[in-house]
Each structure stands twice: as C-alpha cells, then as structure tokens.
C-alpha cells in the first residue's frame, strides 16, 4: 500500500512536502514515481527515483522547483516542491513501479507503474 500525505493550501512562491509512505515492499526494491492531475486534464508525470536511488528524473516543467529522495529507514519517498505557482493545483499521486519496467517502457509513463496511492491535493493560491 502507498499512502500519500503533505498536501494542502499555500500562496504562490510557497513550498509543500510530499510524502508516499509504502507498507507493502520496501521502497529500496522498486522505483517511484509522482505524477499529478488537476481537473479536467489528464495525469501528469513529475517526478521519480530509481529502486537504487541513484537516478532521478523530472518533468520539464518543474526541474529545479522540485527534489525527490528516499528514506530508506522510514520506507517513504519524498517529494519538496518549492517556488509553487497557482499552475501547480492538482491532486498529486504516487506510485511504484513493482515489475521493474521503468526503464524500458519510460519513468515518465503512466503504464510503468502498476500500483498507485490515493493522491494528496495541492492548491496553490495567487
């Protein structure tokens, strides 16, 4: 299971933490990624961390705004998104790429990943 949190209401140029949380595998066995949705558009990619935490990818709109990490310790991925702009509003979802096909098929596709959390909501005010 992977449970999102850290969401909530900040001013543009605010900064927010995201947490995926997993209680199933280890974070260390599989890569994660985030992706976002925000109404009436589809799901977004934004960010991922390889299973060795070696490799981190972004999507074009948010590289150098956002860092992904792990705590290995606490089973958790993280996601810091900082300088937030109204443009950022969305529910944001993370996922874990179990099979191990991230680099195959792209961390960027949504079909890599084959289990998802519930999504957290970030709403970014003017």
Not at 1 to 21: D, E, I, P, T, Y
Not at 36 to 48: S, T, W
């Amino acid at each position: 299971q992977l449970q999102a949190s850290g969401g909530g209401l900040v001013q543009a140029g605010g900064s927010l933490r995201l947490s995926c949380a997993a209680s199933v595998r280890t974070v260390e066995t599989y890569s994660t990624g985030w992706f976002r949705q925000a109404p009436g558009k589809g799901r977004d990619f934004v960010a991922a961390i390889s299973w060795n935490g070696d490799s981190t990818y972004f999507a074009d709109f948010v590289k150098g705004r956002l860092t992904i990490s792990r705590d290995n310790a606490k089973n958790t991925v993280y996601l810091q998104m900082n300088s937030l702009k109204p443009e950022d509003t969305a529910i944001y979802y993370c996922a874990a790429d179990l099979l191990g096909v991230g680099p195959a098929k792209g961390f960027d596709h949504p079909l890599t990943y084959d289990y998802w959390g519930q999504g957290t909501q970030v709403t970014v005010s003017s």
